[in-house]
């Protein structure tokens, strides 16, 4: 691909075309409602990393 060619993409959250651009601050989506929404589904937890249950912090600074 020649730097004066544009690659079209899909936007992850509402699969609108787009145009991977330097100046589309909001790539690889479409827009800053469609880079909130995916924000918003990583902070209530519907997307997850795989991994192991966590270990408990035993390295606690609490005075109690």
Same mark, same amino acid.
């Given at each position: 691909?020649?730097s004066?060619q544009k ?6 959250t509402? !699969?609108?075309?787009n145009?991977?651009e330097?100046? &589309? ?5 479409c827009? =800053?409602r ?5 924000? !918003? =589904?990583?902070a209530g =937890?519907q997307y997850?990393?795989p991994? !192991?249950?966590?270990?408990p912090d035993n &390295?606690n600074?609490?005075d109690?």
């Amino acid at each position: 691909m020649t730097s004066n060619q544009k690659k079209n993409i899909h936007c992850p959250t509402c !699969g609108k075309q787009n145009t991977w651009e330097s100046d &589309n601050s909001f790539r690889p989506f479409c827009s =800053e409602r469609c880079k909130l929404i995916d924000l !918003g =589904e990583w902070a209530g =937890e519907q997307y997850r990393m795989p991994g !192991g249950p966590a270990q408990p912090d035993n &390295n606690n600074d609490d005075d109690s």
